[in-house]
């Protein structure tokens, strides 16, 4: 039985970094496509306090230009590459099975809203046996290394068509500062979790509730409901 206040309360839960626990691949892929332009490869700690979007900008943060479009698309290229082949070794983060089985028991709904290839991102989700937990599931369908903003308000233009699901209701989990930006363009909530692709101090830059485990995410998003 769901908490009185809190039966509408819609979680929109981003994949990579929060979900999906690939940091590693990342730091992985990133390095290879580092490699192709010389770059000297990063740790995991300077890549979270250096990340940002869109890609481009990370890159010349660590360049001190912008990439040119033709090693751009050469790493952009390297980096999928490389992080389709780690991505098989990735498991989902500890407890997000139970996690979204509860949510959903409880009478909440749920959606995947991903930068991920929407390609690649729904045979993936299959694959760990969690698809049915959402009543979307929605992956980049346009050129990568955009903003998230303009793709949660396509998300939630189709929630409201197909679930009567407003922005309003909803509180995005994620681990990065667009997912903050993102919401609020939407005028939803959110909540940033650490063990993704930002460092703690970035995240709470973001000006929203920032946690160490995505169990605390949920009970706190909970409470945004009440």
């Not at 679930?163 to 989990?173: G, K, L, N, T």
Request: with cysteine; net charge negative.
């Amino acid at each position: 039985m769901a908490t009185p206040g809190t039966q509408h309360t819609h979680l929109v839960w981003d994949w990579n970094g929060t979900l999906l626990d690939d940091i590693h691949a990342v730091i992985g892929a990133t390095n290879a496509a580092f490699a192709e332009i010389d770059l000297a490869p990063i740790t995991l700690e300077q890549y979270r306090e250096m990340y940002c979007v869109p890609i481009p900008k990370f890159y010349e943060r660590l360049l001190g230009r912008l990439p040119t479009e033709a090693e751009w698309d050469r790493m952009d290229g390297i980096f999928h590459r490389h992080y389709a082949e780690q991505r098989v070794a990735c498991a989902l983060t500890e407890g997000v099975e139970e996690l979204l089985a509860q949510w959903r028991r409880a009478g909440h709904s749920q959606s995947l809203l991903s930068m991920y290839g929407h390609e690649q991102l729904v045979p993936v989700v299959r694959g760990y046996g969690i698809e049915s937990h959402f009543v979307r599931v929605d992956g980049r369908t346009g050129p990568s290394g955009g903003s998230k903003a303009e793709h949660m308000e396509r998300h939630f233009v189709a929630l409201e068509e197909t679930a009567r699901i407003s922005p309003e209701r909803a509180v995005v989990i994620g681990d990065a500062v667009d997912d903050a930006v993102a919401a609020a363009h939407v005028g939803a909530r959110a909540v940033l979790y650490t063990g993704g692709s930002h460092s703690r101090s970035s995240l709470e830059a973001a000006g929203v509730p920032v946690v160490d485990t995505l169990a605390e995410a949920v009970a706190l998003a909970e409470l945004m409901g009440v």
